[in-house]
């Protein structure tokens, strides 16, 4: 199992008789970013407390970095990070002392200590603000003091619960870059997310939590290619090709105006080339062929009845 960062099974958690996690089921490689994407209260933050050992589960096991969850609770800690969802930056210290204080608290001294905190201020480029309280640092600058916080112990596995949620554009993916460095260096990363595109760009592999359960497992691209509306669209060069097109595959819909024919399909190159030798035996050209694939909004929507936070938003 040394490859396996984080293995889940049947993890159940209520509070009174609400059913927050209704058996949930994980196996996240390591080295790899995982990302748990749901909407408000699709029971997220409290997946990861369970499995930061915050929270103890009603039912169910979990093996993180190869450790029990139930028994071996202090080997678990101190193979994890954890950068909650909201920031543990204390505001009255600046950020060298908050990082100082966690290097305190985990017992880095002298050197060893200054070496770790000054590498951090500088890998996340906040030299020029260490001396000053954490209080009047951006939204962007927080997120990115309190991740540095995680990584004081170097840990292997590092949970981060909506590490962007509010940061603007820029800020969003200087954090992914820096999530990208870290999985570089071997880090195993479970992300928590509301945002599909972020799931999109990060993640190797994506679970969709919907009150409580997995509704769906799989790559952003496999997640995509599970609802319909994939679909192989075939522009030509005039009305009579189209014609002709159309006659050949009747499952397009046209679109006259376009001199287009939208093709249902999965998107996936046998499907396009089966597509294209039909069209050749009739000699029959496309003057541009693309490939449209739903986004995991589509996604997101086909498989839970409802959209995500950030699609209501927009
Ligand atoms: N300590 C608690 N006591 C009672 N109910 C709780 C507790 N913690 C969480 N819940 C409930 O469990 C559900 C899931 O909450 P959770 O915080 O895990 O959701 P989330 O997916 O992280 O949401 P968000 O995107 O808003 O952070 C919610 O209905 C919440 O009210
Ligand atoms: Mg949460």
Not at 42 to 64: E, F, H, Q, S, W
Not at 162 to 187: C, K, Q
Not at 303 to 314: D, K, N, P, Y
Request: charged content about 25%; cysteine-free.
């Amino acid at each position: 199992m040394n490859n396996t960062a984080i293995a889940a099974s049947g993890l159940r958690k209520s509070y009174g008789d609400k059913k927050v996690l209704d058996g949930i089921d994980l196996n996240i490689a390591a080295g790899s970013i995982f990302s748990l994407l749901g909407p408000n209260g699709a029971g997220k933050t409290t997946t990861v407390n369970v499995l930061t050992t915050l929270a103890r589960p009603d039912d169910g096991t979990a093996r993180i970095a190869g450790f029990d969850l139930a028994t071996q609770a202090r080997e678990v800690r101190a193979s994890i990070g954890v950068t909650g969802q909201f920031a543990a930056v204390d505001d009255l210290l600046t950020g060298a002392e908050n990082l100082r204080l966690m290097a305190d608290l985990h017992r880095l001294r002298g050197a060893e200590a200054t070496r770790v905190v000054t590498g951090l201020l500088e890998r996340f480029d906040l030299e020029a603000a260490a001396g000053k309280p954490a209080s009047t640092y951006s939204g962007g600058m927080r997120r990115k003091l309190d991740l540095a916080m995680t990584l004081v112990t170097r840990p292997r596995i590092v949970f981060l619960d909506e590490p962007t949620t509010g940061l603007d554009p820029r800020s969003r993916r200087t954090m992914w870059d820096i999530v990208r460095e870290l999985t570089a260096e071997g880090v195993t990363i479970f992300l928590t997310t509301q945002y599909l595109e972020e799931a999109d760009q990060l993640a190797d592999h994506i679970a969709v939590l919907d009150q409580g359960r997995i509704v769906a497992e799989g790559t952003a691209d496999e997640l995509k290619r599970r609802v319909p509306g994939s679909h192989i669209r075939l522009r030509f060069t005039d009305l009579a090709e189209l014609d002709a097109a159309a006659a050949v595959l009747p499952a397009g819909t046209r679109d006259d105006e376009a001199l287009a024919l939208n093709v249902p399909g999965d998107g996936g190159s046998k499907a396009l080339r089966a597509l294209l030798d039909r069209l050749a035996d009739h000699s029959l050209e496309a003057a541009d062929v693309s490939i449209h694939t739903p986004d995991l909004d589509d996604v997101f929507l086909a498989l839970t009845g409802h959209a995500t936070t950030e699609a209501e938003a927009q």
